[in-house]
DNA sequence: TAGATTCCTACTTGTACAGTAGGAATCATA
DNA sequence: TATGATTCCTACTGTACAAGTAGGAATCTA
């Protein structure tokens, strides 16, 4: 989602969304998500837009991902008898957020330039 | 689910639903997927039920979900302009799945004898 | 003031998963 | 061979969540 706010500077909704290719309104609601969380910010009014709050290599994939992901779910109970499970399962989840939080944006930033 | 069909030898459905605390016609259904991978044997009419293919040991969790993953959800394709993303998420999966085949029944097994 | 843009809230829809249900097929035993 | 216990098959329901839609208010530049 975020993976082209990172065009540098202030662009609009309506630009990430074609370049995206998501439908605008939907974009709407995923900035605005995002801005909440703190890992952009915005400018109402003509020449507003949207731009990161901090610069790409500071932004890792876990910072984006949690937006998605209502606090990691609140960790739901396991389903009794499957104890034996759950150790396996949290090292799973540690493994891949380790790995999440070790990627920024920065590293999967390709080219795509953008618009005046 | 199979996590007490390791009970040693032939247990009935029953057995299985009230000890993992499931109703009794959803762990129908779960069994009966279990035999058509193979994992699991059956046979029907009285002194019938169902018991492990092959031993604890070489039944790893990997199997066992791949039971419930339809064909691993038939890839499907990215939604464009992620194309950075893919590769990490292949790389995610890569070592969850390296990781459960690594871990089979028997190491997760810890008690609760089967009845008669 | 006017137009462009973000912002907020709520609604609709599609889909996957958990669970339900009815009865047929099969087998041991008597 | 009849009986009852058990697995087996197919289909349905219900529900939670993500994807997407929608209307209009707030805010800013010019």
């Known amino acids: 989602m975020l993976a082209l706010a990172e065009a540098g500077g202030p662009v609009h909704a309506e630009w990430v969304a074609t370049s995206q290719d998501i439908p605008r309104r939907f974009c709407d609601n995923i900035l605005l998500q995002l801005r909440r969380a703190g890992l952009i910010n915005s400018q109402r009014g003509p020449d507003g837009g949207y731009w990161l709050a901090r610069s790409p290599g500071e932004i890792s994939l876990a910072d984006v991902i949690r937006v998605t992901e209502g606090v990691e779910q609140a960790a739901k109970p396991f389903p009794k008898a ?34 005046p």
């Not at 034996?84 to 795509?112: F, K, Q, V």
């Open 82 to 115: 499957a104890a034996p499970l759950e150790e396996i399962w949290a090292r799973l989840h540690d493994h891949e957020h380790t790995l999440l939080r070790e990627i920024t944006l920065a590293d999967i930033m390709t080219s795509g330039g953008p618009p």
